[in-house]
């Protein structure tokens, strides 16, 4: 289906009161506009349940990229990690749903990337390392969706957990492979010029440990693709650069929840 409108939304965390009154100020209509979610649909805001029912209901008229809290809902659900106290007051009301099975069997299967040739523009929830072309990206990301999906997919999820490998090799395999590649799409804030990742710092651009720098400084010729994202808060949507489009502006933090209009670059704002 030809869409009129794309509309791109930032890290809801659970926040669906602000989406719905964006989608309202836009006039969205799900038989013309398509919603395009960067990941992290739950933990931390008042309606993760709510979240997860509202995005999975709007059916083709919404993509969704999963986050780094999206993968660790699943894994808690599967019984491969155990529920922090932090996460409790969010999560717990989807995991006692009627409809439990049924969310978290939809929410496995989302991608990790999505990349639309027409639009010429992909959405990730992290990042996508400058080492990589948007063709290796996308292989890749099927790589890991293909397990997430399949009948072995626990054993993934018992294994997702971990910093290592910190840096990409075409010869990496199993877990170590699919861990690596998940942390660069959903964890990946700071790399080096080589491409290894640094997990600790998660604060503003100007705080990059030595030898890293945010992942979009690097210049990657081989991605021609405009890329939105989120999972960096403290960016507040700031890249410097009109080809790597920030879009989590901590609306669970007291923000705002931000959503762009593609066809028009035009953003608009909401807060809890």
């Not at 289906?1 to 791109?8: A, E, L």
């Not at 989608?23 to 309606?47: A, I, M, T, Y």
């Not at 996308?138 to 997919?153: D, F, I, N, T």
């Not at 957990?161 to 010869?171: L, V």
Request: hydrophobic content about 40%; aromatic content about 10%; proline content about 4%.
């Amino acid at each position: 289906m030809n869409y009129k409108n794309h509309y791109m939304v930032g890290d809801i965390q659970g926040c669906l009161a602000p989406l719905k009154k964006l989608l309202k100020k836009v006039d969205f209509h799900s038989q013309e506009d398509q919603l395009w979610c960067v990941g992290d649909l739950v933990n931390r805001g008042p309606q993760s349940l709510e979240t997860l029912r509202f995005i999975r209901s709007l059916g083709k008229s919404a993509i969704t990229v999963l986050g780094n809290h999206d993968l660790h809902l699943i894994a808690v659900h599967a019984g491969v990690k155990e529920l922090k106290r932090k996460d409790r007051p969010y999560l717990e009301p989807i995991l006692e749903a009627p409809d439990v099975d049924e969310l978290i069997h939809w929410l496995r299967h989302q991608p990790l990337l999505h990349a639309d040739e027409h639009l010429r523009v992909a959405m990730v929830h992290a990042g996508i390392p400058h080492i990589w072309s948007i063709k290796t990206a996308c292989k890749l990301a099927r790589e890991v969706e293909s397990w997430l999906r399949g009948p072995q997919y626990i054993s993934l999820l018992s294994e997702m957990y971990g910093n290592t490998p910190s840096c990409w090799s075409d010869s990496l395999s199993g877990i170590e492979r699919a861990r690596c590649i998940i942390n660069y799409l959903t964890r990946m804030r700071f790399l080096s010029a080589k491409g290894e990742l640094e997990f600790d710092s998660k604060e503003s651009p100007d705080t990059s440990p030595e030898g890293f720098l945010p992942w979009f400084s690097y210049e990657a010729k081989a991605l021609k693709y405009d890329l939105v994202f989120g999972h960096w808060a403290a960016l507040m949507g700031k890249t410097s650069r009109n080809d790597r489009i920030g879009l989590d502006t901590g609306c669970v933090w007291g923000n705002h929840l931000t959503l762009l209009h593609w066809e028009s670059k035009k953003f608009f704002q909401a807060s809890l």
